[in-house]
C-alpha cells in the first residue's frame, strides 16, 4: 500500500484577517471558529505524522499547538523568507524522494476550514489511485455561487473518480464567475493537492527551471536545530516566489481534478469568517464581550474591552487590545490596505500585537510609557527562559500563580505566588517553571530603556 505523507504548509500572514490575525500570529494559528487552531484542526484531519514548512518566527508555537493535541511531526522545516508555495512543496518533495521516490505527499494549507472532514478523506481516497497512476491531483471545491475571491478549474473529460483538467483560471470578474457557476464545468482551486513525489519534481524541473535545483541546495546547505530544521538562508533566499499553480500545475498535461463538497472555505475574509460563522436571529455572528442592539448581519469580535453596537447594519468590528477595525462587510478585502499603510507609516501594529511568543511560552506588555514597561509573563512548565542580563533596565518580579525558580547572580531561589523579586540592571538572571503547572508573574521594567533589545544571552537551552 502507498504510504501518503500530509505536508502542511504554514507560511502565510492571514492580512485580510487584521487586526486578529498578523505576522507574527496569522490567523492559522488563531482559534477562528471553535477550540482548535486552523493548524490543528488540518493536521488532526489526517492520520499521518507530517511534514510542516513555517517560518522562523512561528516554529516554536506551531510545534506547541502540534504538542497541545498530541501530535508528533515527522519534520518541521524553516523557511529563512517566505517563498510562496511551489518552493516550499519541491522542498517537501525532495526530503521524502530521499527514502522513498515513490511516495506521494498530500499537501495542504494550514489556513483552510474544512467542516467535514470524513468528505475530504473520501475524496483523497478517490484521488490515490489517480496519482498512482501517474498524475498530480487537485481537490475542486463544488461552488456555492459566483464568488470573485477563487481560482477556478475547468474540468476535461472523466479519469477514473475524476477529471482532467482543462485549464487553470485566475480570480474572475463577477458576471465570468456567474457564467463559469452556471455551466457546472468549474470548480473552485481548493489550493491542496495529492502529488507523486518524483513525478512532482519533474514536473517542476521542467516548467520552473532551476527551482528544484536550488531547493535541493538549500536541504543539502541547511541543519538541524533541536527539532527543527534550516534551510540554508542565502540559497533559499536567492529563489524567485511562485505559486505552485503558476509554476506547474498550469502548464502540465498530467494534472486531474477531484470535485468534492466538504464545507471548504480559506477563511480569506471577515465575510468569509462571518459565513462560517454561527449567527443569532438577526444574522449577527458574535465573539467575546459584544453587546448588539437593533443590530443586522453584522461580524462583532471583541478579545478584550466591551464592544456596543447600536444600529449597525453589514458591518465587521474587531477590537483587540491594541487596535480597532470598523469595515463595511461588502469591502473587507480592502482590509489588506491598512495593513500597507501602518507598514509605510512604521506602526508596529501592523504585524505583531502586545503578545509576544516565545519558545518557553509567551509574554503580554500590559502597559508602557517613558522608562517603564509592565509585562505579563507565562512559562511552560518545565521551560525556562535563557541566562541573560539587560544593560538599561531593571526588573521586578511577582509571582501570580505557580512556582519560579530565579537564578540572580550567585544565587538560586524559589518564589510562590504574592512572591517577589528584584533583578537589578547589569545582572545576569534567569527564570524557570520547576512545577507541573503554568507559570504566570507580573514583571515590572524600568530604567532608561526598555526596549525588547536590550537582552544579552549569556546561555540559551534554546540555540537562540
Known sequence: MTQITPVILSGGAGTRLWPLSRELMPKQLLKLT????LLQETALRVAEPSVVVCNHEHRFIVAEQLREVGLEPKAVVIEPVGRNTAPAAAVAALMLAETDPGALML??????LIADSEAFRR???VATPLAQDGRMVTFGIQPTGPNTGYGYIKAGAALGGGFTV????????LSTAETYVASGAYTWNSGIFLL??????AELDQHAPGMVASCRAALAKGR?????????????????????????????????VVPVDMGWSDIGS???????STRDEFGNAVKGDVLAIDTRNCYLRSQDHLVAAVGLRDLVVIATDDAVLVADKSRDQEVKAVVEALKRDGRPEATQGTRGWRPWGWFQTIEQGERFKVKQIHVDPGAKLSLQKHWHRSEHWVVVKGTALVTRGEESF???ENESTFIPAGTAHRLENPGKVPLRLIEVQSGEYVGEDDIVRLEDVYGR
Open 123 to 125: 475524496a483523497v481516497a
Open 414 to 416: 524559589v518564589l510562590r
Open 270 to 276: 471577515w465575510s468569509a469568517l462571518w459565513q462560517e
Open 107 to 112: 499537501l495542504m494549507p494550514s489556513d483552510h
Open 196 to 201: 507523486p513525489v518524483g513525478l512532482f519534481l
Open 34 to 37: 471553535g477550540e482548535r487552531t
Open 166 to 173: 482543462e485549464r487553470f483560471v485566475e480570480k474572475p470578474d
Open 224 to 256: 538541524s536545530d533541536l527539532f527543527f530544521f534550516r534551510l540554508d538562508d542565502e540559497t533559499f533566499a536567492g529563489l524567485k516566489g511562485q505559486s505552485i499553480d503558476y509554476a506547474v500545475m498550469e502548464h502540465s498535461d498530467k494534472v486531474a
